[in-house]
Nanobody, 123 residues
């Protein structure tokens, strides 16, 4: 499955953004989805994941209570709603997918990746 992210941009601290991940070349309901991010000079890190039907979600501690991952399988699209953004959230955000199993926070377990969308939070 091919993934394309959108929705990144420049926002002030405390602001909100909603990222989208559009899938093609496959049926998204067959895939676990996740969002990762990578800041300059840092390793790619797990942000959130959602199971095939959207019934289970997991979040990195750093984003719990501020970010919400969701999906619309009918639209073959996943989302990441980000509120109360902080400068430390600045990174390139990547959408990823795997057929399973659900529950891994490790990038190596995801075999489909988008090109990423930049999120910059100013203080």
């Amino acid at each position: 499955v091919q993934l394309v992210e959108s929705g990144g941009g420049l926002v002030q601290a405390g602001g909100s953004l909603r990222l989208s991940c559009a899938a093609s070349g496959g049926t998204l309901r067959n895939y676990v989805m996740a969002w990762f991010r990578q800041a300059p000079g840092k390793e790619r890190e797990f942000v959130a994941s959602i199971d095939w039907n959207g019934e289970m979600t997991d979040y990195a501690d750093s984003v719990k209570g501020r970010f919400i991952i969701s999906r619309d399988n009918a639209k073959n699209t996943g989302y990441l709603a980000m509120d109360s953004l902080k400068p430390e959230d600045t990174a390139k955000y990547y959408c990823a997918a795997t057929r399973g199993p659900y529950g891994s926070p490790w990038a190596r377990d995801f075999d489909s990746w988008g090109q990423g969308t930049q999120v910059t939070v100013s203080s």
